[in-house]
């Protein structure tokens, strides 16, 4: 069964850190473009950042959104079929449900989507919520 199940959520204070994992069953999931969203309340769901699949000769290469980047790494464990969102110096607007999920498409070649429809399999989310 595929399932994507999401890990790591808690309350920080501002400028610490969490790591984030997504867990796959079913699948290989470092073979498979993967994004991770969030989405706060009364807000849409919107992109932190994904990562392509590998190919054969290729490693994946993540792609971050501005409010995420040089903040935010996303990595993949080849180990246990994870893929971890590593976040710093959190902010208070950084409080959401966040989420990751994949299309299931195999050798889908370079390039990963910021656009959450793109995707059909998503986790149920863990929540994030950065406070003093």
């Known amino acids: 069964q595929v399932q994507l199940v999401e890990s790591g959520g808690g309350q920080v204070q501002p400028g610490g850190s969490l790591t984030l994992t997504c867990a796959a069953s079913?699948?290989?999931?470092?073979?498979?473009?993967v994004g991770w969203f969030r989405q706060a309340p009364g807000k849409e769901r919107e992109a932190v950042g994904c990562i392509d699949g590998d190919g054969r000769s290729y490693r994946g290469v993540p792609l971050y959104s501005d409010s995420a980047e040089s903040r935010f790494t996303i990595s993949k464990d080849y180990t246990d079929n994870t893929l971890h969102l590593e976040m710093n110096a959190l902010k208070p607007e950084d409080t959401a449900v966040y989420y990751c999920?994949?299309?299931?498409?195999?050798?889908?070649?370079?390039?990963?989507?910021?656009?959450?429809?793109?995707?059909?399999?998503w986790g149920q989310g863990t929540q994030v919520t950065v406070a003093s």
């Open positions: 079913g699948f290989h999931l470092p073979y498979y473009r």
């Open positions: 999920a994949t299309d299931l498409v195999l050798n889908a070649g370079p390039g990963c989507y910021m656009n959450p429809q793109k995707y059909d399999r």
